[in-house]
Structure formats: structure tokens, C-alpha cells
């Protein structure tokens, strides 16, 4: 991956990280090429009050996030990814 996830409309004015992006894309399982899309957002407001995602669960990914300095997914929309 040679791309840098930033947030929607975030501007990264260092030139040593281009290429930046809001999206990722991933195809998984080459062979029935399902593809992902990877997106950051700036926060999950709109997930919390419309009941998508509890307080909880965003506290616990928030803790995780920084403490081990890895991305979590917090929401997905679609089916799950059914491997063969």
C-alpha cells in the first residue's frame, strides 16, 4: 500500500506523503474479487446518534487506537466477508 489514509476534505500540505487518500480499496479473495472500500471519516457523531454505534464500543476502539497505534473498524455497511 503505498497510500496514506487521511480524513475527508483533510488537507496534508507535506509533500513526503503523497499520495494522501480518504479511501482505501481492497479486493479480497482474489478469485471472486469482492472488493472493500476503506474509509476514514473525522468522527463518528452521526454513527452514535443514530444508534449504529454505542459510546462503548467507541471508547473501547477509541482506548485500543491509542494505545497499540493500529486503525480499528468500527462500522461496517453491507454484508460480512464469507471466506471459502
Same mark, same amino acid.
Given at each position: 500500500?503505498?497510500?496514506?489514509?487521511?480524513?475527508?476534505?483533510?488537507?496534508?500540505?507535506?509533500?513526503?506523503?503523497?499520495?494522501?487518500?480518504?479511501?482505501?480499496?481492497?479486493?479480497?479473495?482474489?478469485? $471472486?474479487?469482492?472488493?472493500?472500500?476503506?474509509?476514514?471519516?473525522? #468522527?463518528?457523531?452521526?454513527? +452514535? %446518534?443514530?444508534?449504529?454505534? /454505542? !459510546? $462503548?464500543?467507541?471508547?473501547?476502539?477509541?482506548?485500543?487506537?491509542? #494505545?497499540?497505534?493500529?486503525? +480499528? %473498524?468500527?462500522?461496517?455497511? /453491507? !454484508?460480512?466477508?464469507?471466506?471459502?
Amino acid at each position: 500500500m503505498n497510500q496514506i489514509l487521511a480524513l475527508q476534505g483533510e488537507s496534508i500540505s507535506n509533500h513526503d506523503l503523497f499520495p494522501v487518500t480518504d479511501k482505501l480499496f481492497y479486493t479480497y479473495d482474489y478469485g $471472486d474479487d469482492w472488493n472493500i472500500t476503506i474509509t476514514k471519516y473525522k #468522527d463518528c457523531d452521526d454513527l +452514535i %446518534c443514530n444508534n449504529m454505534l /454505542g !459510546i $462503548d464500543e467507541f471508547e473501547a476502539a477509541e482506548e485500543i487506537v491509542i #494505545d497499540k497505534h493500529m486503525p +480499528i %473498524c468500527i462500522y461496517r455497511a /453491507g !454484508i460480512s466477508v464469507l471466506d471459502d
